[in-house]
Structures are given as structure tokens and as C-alpha cells.
């Protein structure tokens, strides 16, 4: 039986479009769910053909799963459980929104073997909830992380920074409420792309520069509360990192089902139609096969993302001269390895530019 490390499942539907989500997904209605997990289970069946494949790590993403009602989760569950083998699953995750999570879900995830829930909490500012368009308030955030910790399931949070108007203060005190529950946090800088409704009033400020002093905060205030920071954008005590995000920053397999979701399977993209009428009427993924370069550049730059960083050994001799080649403070470089430091990690997206131009 082939070993994979993760799957993956998008889940496409959300309560209403946050001002600044760029993700791909769609109000809700009910038949439109019941085509979308007929889908799947095509999708499913494909990869169970030839036997079921065993996996590692589950992630149910989007979109926001907790949209789905019980019963809809019962048939995603079957889904996954008959075309794969879950018996080696070390890692379960949901995502779920505040708004959404009932207690029913967590039942429901705890008697089925999930382990963690993964919520998108953005802040515990009102104000700032409201910038962004969250359906959400902090209260009803306080609540959710308060009934996922008391159920057992361990629990992760995301949270944004550069929101405008947010200041050092509002920034300690989302990192602090959040922390009080979280054993993992994700904390993700503010972007607007065009097509976004945040964009006309907030898109030509430089959310960049501004959310750079959140970020550094967040580097030395989580680690002195035992969040380590163990990949650029997320912070945990050792033991409670993400299983299944390493196997992406591993470069290992990873099937993704649903609409704008992609596979990465032995050297080879599969890239999902993007629209769920596409990914319904039967549109087949786009393959994308990498180069031996195209793939060693990916892994140097993933692996370079977390504080384990690159195995020297297996880097392009052109990636570790141009890595040589920049500020020394960016990089700790030991005979077998290359990680980036703090400074390096705040840094990132300008040397991933320098590395991919390669
Ligand atoms: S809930 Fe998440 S996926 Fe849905 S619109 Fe908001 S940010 Fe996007």
C-alpha cells in the first residue's frame, strides 16, 4: 500500500465574503453542498481504485467547514474514512469559524477521531473585526476557543496583523486572549488583492510596512511564552507544531480534493478547477509536472520557511552561492544546514523573490 502524508479536503462555502479573503469560496446553499460532496466522492474514488491509500495527516480547509451541518459532515467523513485508510492518521484538523462552531461539531470531530481544530479568530478587537468584515465579535471568538479548550481538542488560531487602525496595544491584546487557550498560533499579515472590498479603501496603503512591527512583537513576545516559532508565519511549544503543514514545507504528497485545491503527488501538481460549477460538471486538474530544478528550488525555498531550514546537501550549488551572497544576518549556517534567522524570517518574501528568480 502507497504511504501518503496528508490529505487534504477544501471545503468551499462560507456565511458571507470577509473583506479581505481572496480564498475561493461561496455562500452556502443547501444543493449546491449535496453536488459538491457527490463530487468528491468521485474524486475520492479515483485515488481508492487501486486500494486505499493510507494516510497520515487529514486537514479540512476552505471556505469554512463548520457551514456544514451535521449530517453534511457524517457523508464528508464517510467520504475520507471508505476511500482511504485513516488507521495511521497521527493528526486530524478542522478549520472552523467562531461565528459557525457549535458544540455539536465538536462533539461530533472528537467522536471521529479529530484531534485538533484550527479557528480564524483574525482579532480580538471589535473594531479591527469589523474592518476586515468578520461575521464575528470577540466575544463570540472567547467563546468558541472557550468550548473547544474545555472539550480536549487541541487548538489553533489565526490571527492578522497590519489591519488598519490596529496598534501595538490592540496587537497584545489579541496575541494574549489567544494564548490563553491556543497550544498553536498562526499570525498572517494583512494582503489585498484588487478584486477584494477592501481593496478601493485600504489597497494603496503599504500594509507591508506597517505590519512589520506586529510581526517583530509577535517574534519576541510568543517565544517568551513558550510559543516557539517554528515556521515564518507560525508559533508553537515544541511538540505541538502542524503535522500536516510540515509535510507541505517537506515537499512530501499531499491529495487535495475539492474546487481550487492541489495535490502535490511524486513530483507532480495537480491543480483542481477553481470554481465549484467547474469542479462539479467534472472539469479535470491541470498537471503540472516539475523539473528535477523546479523541485529543488520549491523545497529549498519551503524548507527555508521553517526554523529547521535547508539540508546543505541537498541544495542547487546556485541557491547556496546567491544564499552566501546575501546579508549574513539573514541566515544561521552550519556545515550540514542554512535557517533563517528572526531578522531572515521577517525578511522572507524578499529573499524567496531573490531565490525563485534564480
Ligand atoms: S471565512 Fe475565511 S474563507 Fe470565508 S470569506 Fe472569510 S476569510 Fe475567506
Known amino acids: 500500500m502507497k504511504k501518503v502524508k496528508g490529505l487534504y479536503v477544501h471545503v468551499p462555502f462560507c456565511e458571507r465574503k470577509c473583506g479581505y479573503c481572496s480564498f475561493y469560496s461561496v455562500m452556502k446553499n443547501n444543493s449546491s453542498v449535496s ?8 474524486e475520492a474514488e479515483r485515488y481508492s481504485k487501486d486500494g ?33 485508510d485513516t488507521s495511521s492518521v497521527i493528526e486530524a484538523t478542522s478549520e472552523a469559524n467562531p461565528n459557525s462552531l457549535t ?11 479529530f484531534t485538533r481544530i484550527s479557528l480564524g479568530v483574525q482579532s480580538m478587537d471589535d473594531s479591527e473585526l469589523k474592518i476586515l468584515g468578520r461575521i464575528h465579535n470577540s466575544e463570540t471568538a472567547e467563546n468558541a476557543m472557550r468550548l473547544v479548550k474545555s472539550s480536549g481538542l487541541n487548538l489553533s488560531c489565526d490571527l492578522i496583523f497590519g489591519i488598519p487602525s490596529q496598534t501595538l496595544r490592540t496587537w497584545n491584546k489579541s496575541l494574549r486572549r489567544v494564548m490563553e487557550y491556543a497550544s498553536h498560533i498562526s ?21 507591508n ?24 508565519s507560525n508559533f508553537a511549544p515544541p511538540g505541538h507544531e502542524c503535522r500536516h503543514n ?18 502535490y503527488i511524486d513530483g507532480v501538481r495537480y491543480a483542481n478547477p477553481r470554481t465549484l460549477e467547474e469542479y462539479i460538471s467534472g472539469v479535470e486538474a491541470a498537471k503540472e509536472e516539475l523539473t528535477p530544478r523546479e ?28 544564499i552566501l551572497k546575501m546579508p549574513p544576518d539573514l541566515f544561521m549556517i552550519t556545515p ?13 518574501n524578499s529573499i524567496w523573490c531573490e531565490l525563485i528568480g534564480l
Open 35 to 42: 453536488e459538491w460532496l457527490e463530487a468528491l466522492e468521485h
Open 52 to 84: 486505499r491509500i493510507s494516510l497520515s495527516t487529514i486537514y479540512i480547509g476552505g471556505g469554512t467547514p463548520t457551514v456544514l451541518s451535521l449530517s453534511e459532515w457524517e457523508r464528508l467523513n464517510e467520504i475520507i474514512r471508505r476511500n482511504f
Open 103 to 113: 458544540s455539536e461539531h465538536i462533539s461530533f470531530l472528537k467522536d471521529n477521531d
Open 187 to 207: 499570525c498572517y499579515q494583512l494582503t489585498l488583492e484588487p478584486e477584494v472590498p477592501m481593496y478601493p479603501r485600504y489597497g494603496k496603503d503599504d500594509l
Open 209 to 232: 510596512n506597517a505590519g512589520y512591527k506586529f510581526y517583530r512583537y509577535a517574534q519576541y513576545m510568543l517565544p517568551r511564552n513558550g510559543f516557539e516559532q517554528y515556521e515564518i
Open 246 to 263: 510540515l509535510a507541505y514545507w517537506n515537499h512530501s504528497d499531499v491529495i487535495a480534493l475539492g474546487a481550487s485545491a492541489v495535490s
Open 295 to 322: 523541485s529543488a528550488v520549491e523545497l529549498a525555498v519551503l524548507s527555508l520557511r521553517t526554523k529547521w531550514g535547508v539540508s546543505r546537501a541537498n541544495l542547487l550549488p546556485e541557491i547556496e552561492e546567491a
Open 336 to 348: 550540514e544546514r542554512i535557517a533563517l534567522t528572526q531578522r531572515g524570517m521577517r525578511l522572507g
